[in-house]
């Protein structure tokens, strides 16, 4: 069954992390099996309106301004004549939102819901459950996925956050994790040094990525370890504290601080690494660890998290979130590679092709899918009722709120005034459609 799918984020291209990587294959994989998908997110720079992409991934980039954190205002209401043009011309029939950071995730998918569209929400990352900011965020995660179909979490452990934080039922919420290209990251051992070993960080440089941690343990590798070099990739608003440990030690020549890197180099300055190193200290599923294993590098990271399900121990060091214990992951990593005791690259390569691939979490997604296409519509007093139980009194008014606006633009726009958009022609349909007129002239 064809479906037509929206992806809704505040993440997207040209930003670079997991959650634009997962969009974006996710949306690659969606399109080669023949569905129609499209992108919704807000615009970056000069990038506004209608962008194409790779096989014709059709990018909304709405005019409005990032609040904070690449993230828009939640305002529920200003976006609503746009978002619902959108989904009407492009005859959407399942929202799918990615990430409780993103407001205009939840915005899309409320106001999905309120047009009778099917939703689904990934939840790409862990939260607490003491300090203001998770309270907020868990509150109106919790609102949004009262409403919401199906959720999707990234490893058991964010599953089991997941529920708890936003009090919705184990029975509604998939484990599907995110996957690596391992075509892409691919090992190739002949870019390691022979004289130096170097140790790859590749992170956002804040503060749950535990920069703290990184530092300290570069103030005590470097000078126990003449020979090991750091090449630190990423950036963020905790890089001076790298900076200012290389100043005071003396390692200009030891630490190279790369910067933003684009998707494309990443395989490149992994490549000329010997062992990756993870520091994070909350993380629902590393990204950065599967794509390091995939190019054969020995992975040394904290136990935190939803890390310990993602790969084999042989694969990885696991290790407490403290710098002894993360030392000592670093010393038993380097006492096997000396002894020649680590994992063939390409064999690790191959085991990760096995464990993580994108046709597989593509097909996943499309059950999930299928089985809230079969649910029955919920009409206006049964998603009142289920907002009900967030105890948020106050979300009723805004949800009725945001029906009668959309029963004024249906009286103001109507459906059959919007021109509907061709769909862009799949590449797959087109191969198929060429070898049978082939066959026939055969």
């Not at 990934?122 to 203001?132: E, K, W």
């Not at 919420?173 to 022979?194: E, G, H, K, M, W």
């Not at 629902?284 to 399900?309: D, F, H, K, N």
Request: glycine letters at 6%; aromatic letters at 8%.
């Amino acid at each position: 069954m064809r479906l037509r799918i929206c992806m809704a984020s505040d993440f997207f291209y040209p930003n670079m992390g997991g959650v634009e990587e997962h969009i974006f294959n996710l949306s690659q994989c969606l399109l080669s099996k023949g569905h129609k998908v499209i992108v919704l997110t807000h615009s970056y720079g000069d990038r506004v309106g209608i962008r194409y992409m790779t096989n014709g991934l059709k990018v909304y980039y709405l005019p409005v301004r990032v609040f904070y954190n690449q993230c828009v205002l939640p305002t529920m209401v200003c976006s609503l004549p746009l978002i619902r043009y959108i989904f009407i011309r492009e005859r959407i029939e399942i929202i799918h939102g990615h990430s409780a950071f993103s407001a205009l995730a939840h915005e899309a998918m409320l106001i999905g819901n309120l047009m009778g569209l099917k939703t689904v929400f990934t939840d790409h990352s862990l939260f607490g459950f003491a300090d203001t900011s998770a309270i907020i965020t868990n509150k109106f995660l919790e609102i949004t996925l009262s409403n919401c179909n199906h959720s999707i979490c990234v490893s058991h452990t964010g599953k089991e956050n997941t529920v708890l934080r936003a009090h919705v039922r184990k029975e509604r919420v998939s484990v599907i994790p995110n996957a690596v290209d391992t075509y892409t990251f691919t090992p190739d051992p002949s870019q390691r040094p022979l004289d130096h070993i170097n140790i790859v960080i590749i992170s956002r440089l804040v503060y749950r990525k535990g920069v703290d941690l990184m530092a300290q343990i570069i103030a005590e590798i470097c000078p126990k370890y003449p020979n090991i070099n750091f090449i630190i990739g990423g950036d963020g608003p905790k890089r001076w504290l790298l900076e200012e440990v290389r100043e005071q030690k003396l390692l200009q020549h030891r630490v190279t601080l790369l910067g933003s890197l684009e998707h494309s180099e990443v395989r490149k300055v992994l490549n000329k690494g010997h062992i990756f190193l993870n520091t994070s200290l909350t993380e629902a599923y590393c990204m950065a660890i599967v794509e390091a294993a995939s190019c054969g590098l020995q992975v040394v990271s904290t136990r935190v998290g939803g890390i310990p399900e993602v790969l084999p121990s042989d694969l990885i060091y696991l290790t407490k979130p403290n710098v002894p214990s993360l030392i000592d992951g670093l010393e038993r990593a380097l006492a096997d590679l000396k002894a020649g005791q680590q994992v063939c690259p390409y064999k690790c390569n191959m085991r990760v092709q096995a464990m993580y691939n994108w046709l597989n979490i593509t097909t996943r997604t499309e059950k999930v899918y299928n089985r809230i296409s079969a649910e029955p519509q919920k009409e206006l007093g049964e998603q009142l009722n289920s907002y009900l139980q967030s105890h948020v009194w106050p979300w009723l008014l805004i949800v009725t709120l945001c029906y009668l606006l959309l029963q004024l633009l249906e009286y103001l726009v109507p459906r059959k005034y919007i021109d509907i958009a061709k769909d862009y022609p799949n590449t797959s349909t087109i191969t198929a459609s060429h070898e049978k007129e082939r066959k026939k002239h055969v």
